[in-house]
């Protein structure tokens, strides 16, 4: 008599439902990797802002919201745009024109 008979499928299955976990444990990995990449990438693009329209960070990141909503572009794609800008001096017309008016510092009233 095999004793050992019903505890090979038990074995396997704990096997594959590891693997299943390590998968997604490093699928959960590589999106925060992605996530702090593009954090950072934001943050100095918010810095950008606030250096060259001499405004809030508040008003630096409703800016860059706003520009990527009505450019229909990702925001990530946007930081990166006004982080490029800051090293080359260029920045396409649209992502320009949407900026322009949001970096005006207001006047104290």
């Given at each position: 008599m095999d004793t050992h008979a019903g505890r090979v499928p038990r074995v396997v299955q704990e096997m594959e439902s590891r693997s299943d976990?390590?998968?997604e444990l490093e699928?959960?990995?590589?999106?925060?990797?992605?996530?702090?990449?593009?954090?950072a990438l934001i943050d100095q693009a918010i810095g950008v802002l606030v250096?060259?329209?001499?405004?809030t960070p508040e008003e630096a990141w409703d800016a860059l919201r706003e520009t990527s909503m009505c450019t229909n572009t990702k925001l990530r794609q946007v930081?990166?745009?006004?982080?490029?800008?800051?090293?080359?001096g260029y920045l396409p017309a649209d992502i320009r024109d949407e900026l322009a008016p949001r970096l005006q510092p207001h006047e104290p009233g």
């Open positions: 976990r390590i998968r699928a959960e990995v590589t999106q925060l990797r992605h996530a702090v990449t593009a954090h250096a060259v329209g001499r405004i930081a990166e745009l006004v982080v490029d800008w800051a090293r080359n």
